[in-house]
Nanobody, 120 residues
């Protein structure tokens, strides 16, 4: 039900915008997570229904921006000032109940992931 895309290879300091399209419906809250090889899945950002409430992890605050377009059933993650340590598979997730927390267990639906590689 969620399709994430927009990943790729970028140099350090560059930018990428990830998109996540919901094919069936618009969910109350969305989150972005990532998982690097050998590491646990990490919460990055979440956004509520209106887009007026966002929540970021300290590791990306000030560099990444989450937003949504309900008319397009799409949520975005604008990533600026990318660092090699941002290299990971990035996942979008949806929370039907609208909690928008950092806990991945609160999310009901997950996209397939898109690879982001940042070269030094």
């Amino acid at each position: 039900q969620l399709q994430a895309y927009g990943g790729g290879l970028v140099q350090a300091g560059g930018s990428l915008r990830l998109s996540c399209a919901a094919s069936v419906r618009t969910f109350n809250s969305y989150g972005w997570f990532r998982q690097a090889p050998g590491k646990e899945r990490e919460f990055l950002a979440s956004v509520n229904w209106t887009g007026g409430r966002t929540y970021y992890s300290d590791s990306v605050k000030g560099r990444f921006t989450i937003s949504r377009d309900n008319a397009k059933n799409t949520v975005y993650l604008q990533m600026n000032s990318l660092k090699p340590e941002d290299t990971a598979v990035y996942y979008c997730a949806a929370d039907r109940r609208g909690r928008g927390t950092a806990y991945d267990g609160d999310y009901d639906v997950w996209g397939q992931g898109t690879q982001v590689t940042v070269s030094s």
